[in-house]
């Protein structure tokens, strides 16, 4: 009886994927916000990875106002509140990708895959800005975290529409993954 319980353990285990491998490095992330024009943009800001079906992994950063508060109103950065349930989210996991809204002009964040557990693997690179209102812009691309250096190639999507009469709020999106230890 011992022998086939053991046999039936192994076979499941056997059975499950396996987990991805550890990874280091980092992503590096650049954008340029652009000063408001006929529409003062909020810039609330969420960036993360999902996996091949689309089911988030990793929110790697949130805005203070969007963490704190904004993303209980529906409008801001639906599609990564849809997927985050920051209500539900621990304390500690909120706080340690919380920070400042980007201020207009160039900015950067570099996210340690070590640090914050994130394994080797195909993902979808996403960050969404919330303009105005309903109105949200949304860059997106593969990313791959291993062995190699790659950049995102992103597509922008705005949500429900551009807004009328606006600018480019938000330009020269950029995603990378450099391997190896974080300097």
Not at 105 to 134: P, T, W
Not at 162 to 169: D, H, I, R, S
Request: charged share 15%; with cysteine.
């Amino acid at each position: 009886m011992t022998a086939f319980l053991i046999l039936v353990l192994t076979l499941a285990i056997s059975a499950l994927p396996p987990a991805p491998a550890a990874a280091t490095g980092t992503v590096s992330v650049s954008f340029l916000y652009m000063p408001p024009s006929q529409i003062e943009p909020t810039y609330h800001t969420a960036i993360w990875l999902e996996d091949e079906s689309g089911r988030l992994v990793k929110t790697l950063f949130v805005s203070q106002d969007l963490s704190s508060g904004e993303y209980r109103m529906g409008n801001a950065c639906p599609e990564w509140v849809n997927q985050a349930h920051w209500e539900k989210t621990d304390r500690s996991t909120v706080d340690a990708v919380t920070g400042p809204t980007p201020n207009v002009g160039s900015g950067a964040l570099a996210f340690d895959v070590a640090k914050m557990n994130i394994g080797a693997g195909s993902y979808r690179f996403k960050l969404q800005v919330h303009i105005s209102e309903r109105y949200n812009v949304l860059y997106t691309g593969r990313l791959s975290i291993g062995e190699t250096s790659n950049e995102a190639t992103l597509e922008i999507l705005y949500s429900p529409a551009k807004p009328p009469g606006a600018t480019e709020f938000v330009r020269d999106v950029r995603a990378r993954y450099v391997p190896g230890s974080p300097k």
